[in-house]
T-cell receptor, first 109, second 114 residues
């Protein structure tokens, strides 16, 4: 399974944008980049995914580097409810999701 | 669409007892997955079903673990002769091949083995 690298933790302020980085230098051409987040005592929540082009949805934006070796999840205006562990996952042909340690995001009021 | 549901949400048992968890996927989702998550770690894949067929099992799924999805709808995960190392959050997810195969997770069942 292709591996991703994320910072262990990040901190931001409420109502400011947050950029969560993910490195995936061994990504293959068919791997999709998925982001999930997990709030305390809850199951993971799907956020967004993409292949090559940048993607936007109501929760976040996903910016994918041209060489696809890195990506950034962008929360445009963080709220306290965005405090969670964010996981960047590569998904190719296999059905299972392989979670790493993720980035623990703290939002300061 | 009520989302993935899991029952019970919490289970405390004594070592050596058997436990069974249930997962109800999103309606008409043909794939169903089980994951396990221990404290401070990301979820780890256990097994997945496509309709009734169990198509992949992780090495984590020892012979004390068995999962079923008899009619291609709900699934059960049974752990026999529980051990303290089985204490974890057991997560279920479902997806639809026709709808992009994104996995949606339930709230999990937290198992504590005393």
């Amino acid at each position: 399974d292709a591996k991703t690298t994320q910072p262990n933790s990040m901190e931001s302020n409420e109502e400011e944008p947050v950029h969560l980085p993910c490195n995936h230098s061994t990504i293959s051409g068919t791997d999709y980049i998925h982001w999930y987040r997990q709030l305390p005592s809850q199951g993971p929540e799907y956020v967004i995914h993409g292949l090559t082009s940048n993607v936007n949805n109501r929760m976040a934006s996903l910016a994918i580097a041209e060489d696809r070796k890195s990506s950034t999840l962008i929360l445009h205006r963080a709220t306290l409810r965005d405090a969670a562990v964010y996981y960047c996952i590569l998904r190719g042909g296999a059905q299972k999701l392989v979670f790493g340690q993720g980035t623990r995001l703290t939002i300061n009021p | 669409d009520t989302g993935v549901s899991q029952d019970p949400r919490h289970k405390i048992t004594k070592r050596g007892q058997n436990v069974t968890f249930r997962c109800d996927p999103i309606s008409e989702h043909n794939r169903l997955y089980w994951y396990r998550q221990t404290l401070g770690q990301g979820p780890e894949f256990l097994t997945y079903f496509q309709n009734e067929a169990q198509l992949e099992k992780s090495r984590l799924l020892s012979d004390r673990f068995s999962a079923e999805r008899p009619k291609g709808s709900f699934s059960t995960l049974e752990i026999q002769r529980t051990e303290q190392g089985d204490s974890a959050m057991y997560l279920c997810a479902s997806s639809s091949i026709q709808a992009g195969d994104t996995q949606y997770f339930g709230p999990g069942t937290r198992l504590t083995v005393l």
